[in-house]
Each structure stands twice: as structure tokens, then as C-alpha cells.
T-cell receptor
Framework: NAGVTQTPKFRVLKTGQSMTLLCAQDMNHEYMYWYRQDPGMGLRLIHYSVGEGTTAKGEVPDGYNVSRLKKQNFLLGLESAAPSQTSVYFC??????????FGQGTRLTVV | DQQVKQNSPSLSVQEGRISILNCDYTNSMFDYFLWYKKYPAEGPTFLISISSIKDKNEDGRFTVFLNKSAKHLSLHIVPSQPGDSAVYFCAASGNSGYALNFGKGTSLLVTP
């Protein structure tokens, strides 16, 4: 039972490049989330999903897109990466309460 | 605007003593509060939570207290152990989809 798995763990992008971060959970959870954490800041919600095929914007959605085509996967896309998107990204999931399980994080650097 | 505030970036406590971490919130719609623990290079892990209908929840060495009128909660760790050294995030939920609003975290160091 792996829980929440994020791929990749590390990535360096050049400004303007695109990439997709993958989050997979094996707990059959309905709700999934993408957060970012910057130095000295708490985690901030980017986008979330309340079920397969649904997505919604969080606090800081600009520059990101998401898709939830399968219940177990939640993808976060950066269409044209900017240095301001350098951050640690965390995916989380929960079945129906706020006690979410988090992945190990993806450290992204945009140069 | 930060709706969940942890005003102490760091705290140092001796092993065996009590650690008290504080958190304030501004949004009256929050109805569930959580504490997460985070080690470097790992994701946050859930520690303890409390519903707004309660004022105390206890789990082993960890107790969370909620004062709704003051919009304040605190996490007590007794006794503190070196393995408790980590960053502790306060979080609150009340929005749709059980999404969490996080504080900036408090780095706890427990010294032997």
C-alpha cells in the first residue's frame, strides 16, 4: 500500500518549458489536491478535485492546469514554466474528511 | 490574506518538558482544525485534529485545545522527545471539498 505517490521527485525546467506532475493514490479516495510550498510559507492550494472528472480552482491557480481523468490520478500541468513557479509541490488525497494524506513532494526549479 | 497564522517561526524545548505550539485563525467558517508534522524532504503527515464542536482532543502525548471565541488553538506535546523535532503546521478546513488552509509552520527543536 503506497498511499500517495508523486512523480517525479525532482525536476529542473527552463523558462517557457512545459511539464506534467503526476499524483497517484491507491486508497480509492474521492478528493485530491495540489498544494505548493514556498520558503517561509505554508502550503497553498493550487487546484483540487472532488471526484473523477471534476476540478476546481484553489488559492493560487494561475499558470497551472489539472485533470482528473481517472479516480486514482490527479495531474498538474505547467504550460509555460516561469521562475515564480519554482517551489515544492505536494499532492494530497482524502475520502471525505479534512484529514488528508500527502505525497512526498516534487521539488521543481525553473531557471 | 493569511487566514491561519502561526506567529512563532521556531521553538526550542528541552527533552521531557512540554512543547506548546500556537495557532490563530480569522475565518469564522472554519469548522475543523488539524495539526500536521513535517520532516525535511518528506510530505506532511497528519498528527491530530479537532472539530469546532469540541474544545479538547487528546491522543497520547499530543493534545489540541480550541478556543472558538478567541479563534485560537494550541498543540501541547508532553513529554517532548527529540524525535518530535520537525516543522508543525496548523491547518483549518471549512471550505468546499475539505481543502486545507495552512499556517506558515513552527519549527520545533527538542534538545536532549
Amino acid at each position: 500500500n503506497a498511499g500517495v505517490t508523486q512523480t517525479p521527485k525532482f525536476r529542473v525546467l527552463k523558462t517557457g518549458q512545459s511539464m506534467t506532475l503526476l499524483c497517484a493514490q491507491d486508497m480509492n479516495h474521492e478528493y485530491m489536491y495540489w498544494y505548493r510550498q514556498d520558503p517561509g510559507m505554508g502550503l497553498r492550494l493550487i487546484h483540487y478535485s472532488v471526484g473523477e472528472g471534476t476540478t476546481a480552482k484553489g488559492e493560487v491557480p494561475d499558470g497551472y492546469n489539472v485533470s482528473r481523468l481517472k479516480k486514482q490520478n490527479f495531474l498538474l500541468g505547467l504550460e509555460s514554466a516561469a521562475p515564480s513557479q519554482t517551489s515544492v509541490y505536494f499532492c494530497a488525497s482524502t475520502q471525505g474528511n479534512p484529514e488528508a494524506f500527502f505525497g512526498q513532494g516534487t521539488r521543481l526549479t525553473v531557471v | 490574506d493569511q487566514q491561519v497564522k502561526q506567529n512563532s517561526p521556531s521553538l526550542s524545548v528541552q527533552e521531557g518538558r512540554i512543547s506548546i505550539l500556537n495557532c490563530d485563525y480569522t475565518n469564522s467558517m472554519f469548522d475543523y482544525f488539524l495539526w500536521y508534522k513535517k520532516y525535511p524532504a518528506e510530505g506532511p503527515t497528519f498528527l491530530i485534529s479537532i472539530s469546532s464542536i469540541k474544545d479538547k482532543n487528546e491522543d497520547g502525548r499530543f493534545t489540541v485545545f480550541l478556543n472558538k471565541s478567541a479563534k485560537h488553538l494550541s498543540l501541547h506535546i508532553v513529554p517532548s522527545q527529540p524525535g518530535d523535532s520537525a516543522v508543525y503546521f496548523c491547518a483549518a478546513s471549512g471550505n468546499s471539498g475539505y481543502a486545507l488552509n495552512f499556517g506558515k509552520g513552527t519549527s520545533l527543536l527538542v534538545t536532549p
